[in-house]
C-alpha cells in the first residue's frame, strides 16, 4: 500500500496539501509538533474516507524523524513526501529558522531516502523569499557542500558576514535558500533509487503565518504585495494544486529543481534588479 506524507500538516498548507493526496487513496501519514491542528486535519481527513496515521514529530530532532520513516516504512511503501514544516521569522530567532527551515529538511530528506523507491517523490519547502539572498551574493552552497549536520553549523553561520546571519529575515532567506539547494543535491541520491525530488518556492500566502507576519513586518509584506504582477495573495490551496501535480505521474520526469508559486513577484524581483543595474550603468 502506498504511504503519502505530510510533515506541519497543521499548518495552513500542509493541511491542504494532505487533503490533496488523501484523494490517490492508502495510507495519510501526517505530522506535526502541535497536536491540537493535527487532531482536526486528521477528522477532515478521516471524514473524506481516508486511512489516516497521525505522529507527532519535532524536525529538529533527527531521532524524531528517524522514527516517521520508520512508522511510514511499516505502513507500505513511500510515495509522496511533502516537508511542510517551517517556521517564519515572527516565529523563532535565527537560530530556530536554520533549524527548522534547512536542517529539518535535510533530515527529512536523509532520513526517507533509503526508502525511496521508483515513483517516489520528496518536495521541500522553499520560499519566493530565498531569491533574494540568492542576489546578495552570500554562499549558502558553502554549508551544504559540506555536511550540513556538523554540530557547529549554526555558530559558523553566525561568524559569517559580522553576524549577518543572526537577523531573522537574513537567516529565514538563508534557510530557505537552503532548501532549494538541498533537493537540487537530493535529487542524486533519490533518483540512484528511482526516486524524485523537487522544491516550491511560495510567495506571498494568506493564512496565519502570513498574518503574523503582517503583524511584525507589515511595511515589508505590503511592498511585497505591491510587486506581485498578479496584484493578490495566492491561497494555500494554490499551493498544494502545484504539490499534487508534481507528485504526480505526470511530473514523472521533474526532478532537482524549485518551481515559484508567487505571482510572478519573482520575476518582477529580476525586473527590477536589471532595471536597476541599466540605470546605475547610465549613470556612471
Not at 41 to 48: H, I, K, N, Q, S
Not at 170 to 188: D, I, P
Amino acid at each position: 500500500m502506498r504511504v503519502n506524507v505530510v510533515t506541519g500538516a497543521g499548518g495552513a498548507m500542509g493541511r491542504c496539501c494532505a487533503l490533496r493526496l488523501a484523494r490517490r487513496g492508502g495510507v495519510m501519514l501526517i505530522a506535526d509538533r502541535r497536536p491540537e491542528p493535527l487532531r482536526a486535519v486528521a477528522a477532515e481527513l478521516a471524514d473524506v474516507g481516508a486511512e489516516v496515521v497521525v505522529e507527532i514529530n519535532d524536525v529538529t530532532d533527527g531521532e524524531s524523524m528517524a522514527r516517521l520513516a520508520a512508522v511510514a516504512g511499516d505502513a507500505g511503501e513511500i510515495g509522496a513526501v511533502v516537508l511542510a514544516a517551517g517556521i517564519s521569522p515572527a516565529m523563532g530567532d535565527w537560530r530556530a529558522l536554520v533549524e527548522v527551515n534547512f536542517l529539518g529538511t535535510w533530515r527529512g530528506l536523509r532520513a526517507f531516502a533509503p526508502l525511496a523507491r521508483p515513483g517516489a517523490v520528496a518536495v521541500g519547502f522553499s520560499s519566493m523569499a530565498g531569491m533574494f539572498l540568492a542576489a546578495g551574493g552570500h554562499d549558502v552552497d558553502a554549508a551544504i557542500r559540506e555536511n550540513p549536520e556538523v554540530p557547529d553549523l549554526v555558530d559558523r553561520l553566525a561568524a559569517i558576514d559580522d553576524g549577518f546571519f543572526t537577523a531573522p529575515e537574513a537567516a529565514y532567506r538563508w534557510s530557505k535558500l537552503g532548501v532549494a539547494r538541498l533537493c537540487e543535491q537530493e535529487a542524486a541520491t533519490w533518483g540512484a533509487r528511482g526516486g524524485r525530488v523537487v522544491s516550491v518556492s511560495p510567495g506571498l500566502i494568506e493564512g496565519p503565518m502570513n498574518a503574523l507576519e503582517m503583524q511584525d513586518r507589515g511595511h515589508l509584506i505590503r511592498s511585497l504585495f505591491d510587486r506581485t504582477p498578479l496584484g493578490r495573495m495566492g491561497q494555500p490551496d494554490e499551493v498544494a494544486a502545484v504539490v499534487e501535480f508534481l507528485t504526480s505521474e505526470a511530473a514523472s520526469f521533474v526532478s532537482g529543481c524549485d518551481i515559484r508559486i508567487d505571482g510572478g513577484l519573482g520575476a518582477q524581483r529580476v525586473f527590477d534588479q536589471q532595471a536597476e543595474r541599466h540605470r546605475a550603468g547610465t549613470h556612471e
